[in-house]
T-cell receptor
Framework: KAGVTQTPRYLIKTRGQQVTLSCSPI?????VSWYQQTPGQGLQFLFE???????NKGNFPGRFSGRQFSNSRSEMNVSTLELGDSALYLC????????????????FGAGSRLTVL | GQNIDQPTEMTATEGAIVQINCTYQ??????LFWYQQHAGEAPTFLSY????GLEEKGRFSSFLSRSKGYSYLLLKELQMKDSASYLC??????????????FGAGTRLAVHP
């Protein structure tokens, strides 16, 4: 079956612009999470969506936003880009969203690499 | 705060055994994951521990001690293709639950012939 698909894979923007990244989860997966990956910082949680509702949000400024559509596809948007937003943005999908213990395995996409000049 | 520590880099020889350690301090604990990430690729799931002890899966094993806030990933019979970054991640307590994972910065493993 198809994996998690992220588009675009690479993009270059300038400071002040905005960007929209797209994620198509594995068919049947209803939970989509977004992470930012930078060298030395590792993966940092941005937000999580389940059934079109944001279930959880990381410690990022309001310039970072997202949404999920009825077909579980998700988009994230970053407005007023800053140099520090240069990173690999990873999307991960999961069948469900368990609140407690459970091996709710995340399947990651290959990411969208954003460079801000 | 929430903190996960793992070594930045490790090197090992093909055919050998390597142990990658991970220590964590998080608000609650609902399990620990290990992911493998080759350069330029997506992280892929390796293992999950929620109870103390060792979980074995082929050449890879993962150990957890909740009282010590400690885990390790053991890779046996190393192959060149095992050269990758290994990410330790904790699913925190309910307040940050669902699918939010706290990741360490990753350990870059280089396997030499």
């Amino acid at each position: 079956k198809a994996g998690v698909t992220q588009t675009p894979r690479y993009l270059i923007k300038t400071r002040g612009q905005q960007v929209t990244l797209s994620c198509s989860p594995i068919s049947g997966h209803r939970s989509v999470s977004w992470y930012q990956q930078t060298p030395g910082q590792g993966l940092q949680f941005l937000f999580e969506y389940f059934s079109e509702t944001q279930r959880n949000k990381g410690n990022f400024p309001g310039r970072f936003s997202g949404r999920q559509f009825s077909n579980s596809r998700s988009e994230m948007n970053v407005s007023t880009l800053e140099l520090g937003d240069s990173a690999l943005y990873l999307c991960a999908s999961s069948i469900s969203a368990l609140a407690g213990p459970g091996a709710n395995v995340l399947t990651f996409g290959a990411g969208s690499r954003l460079t801000v000049l | 705060g929430q903190n996960i520590d793992q070594p930045t880099e490790m090197t090992a020889t093909e055919g050998a055994i390597v142990q990658i350690n991970c220590t964590y301090q998080t608000s609650g604990f609902n399990g620990l994951f290990w992911y493998q990430q080759h350069a330029g690729e997506a992280p892929t799931f390796l293992s999950y521990n929620v109870l103390d002890g060792l979980e074995e899966k082929g050449r890879f094993s993962s150990f957890l001690s909740r009282s010590k806030g400690y885990s390790y990933l053991l890779l046996k019979e190393l192959q060149m293709k095992d050269s990758a970054s290994y990410l330790c991640a904790v699913k925190p307590g309910y307040s940050g639950g669902y699918n939010k994972l706290i990741f360490g910065a990753g350990t870059r493993l280089a396997v030499h012939p």
